[in-house]
């Protein structure tokens, strides 16, 4: 059974930093495009950052950029979202994603919901001051 399991949010003033784990169960993350998205208070979810399969190629959202970065651990089967600099609009649930890509594939990864078929249930960020 594939499963993600997100960890790492919390409180955070603006201009502090968190880090987002992303574990994986049930696949090896060298098989699978990740993706990590968040949903706002109110709003639809949206995506921040994914890597392909090989780790290779990786995309963002222009809100993020400079900011956040992503990377992964093979040995622990974890994708990490790393935010700095954050901001109150950085505030709501964060959720990461995979879908089947191959392995070790370059192929470009995006950042749509429906282009990821397996979820994990989210991690609440709130950035307040």
């Known amino acids: 059974q594939l499963q993600l399991v997100e960890s790492g949010g919390g409180s955070v003033q603006p201009g502090g930093s968190l880090r987002l784990s992303c574990a994986a169960f049930g696949f090896t993350l060298e098989y699978y495009t990740i993706g990590w998205f968040r949903q706002p208070p109110g709003k639809e979810r949206e995506g921040v950052f994914c890597?392909?399969?090989?780790?290779?190629?990786?995309d963002s959202a222009d809100s993020v950029k400079g900011r956040f970065t992503i990377s992964r651990d093979n040995a622990k089967n974890t994708v990490y979202l790393h935010m700095n600099s954050l901001k109150l609009e950085d505030t709501g649930v964060y959720f990461c994603?995979?879908?089947?890509?191959?392995?070790?594939?370059?192929?470009?990864?995006?950042?749509?919901?429906?282009?990821?078929?397996?979820w994990g249930r989210g991690t609440r960020v709130t950035v307040s001051s």
């Open positions: 994603a995979a879908h089947p890509a191959g392995y070790y594939s370059d192929s470009p990864c995006r950042l749509g919901v429906a282009d990821y078929s397996t």
């Open positions: 890597m392909s399969s090989s780790g290779g190629y990786i």
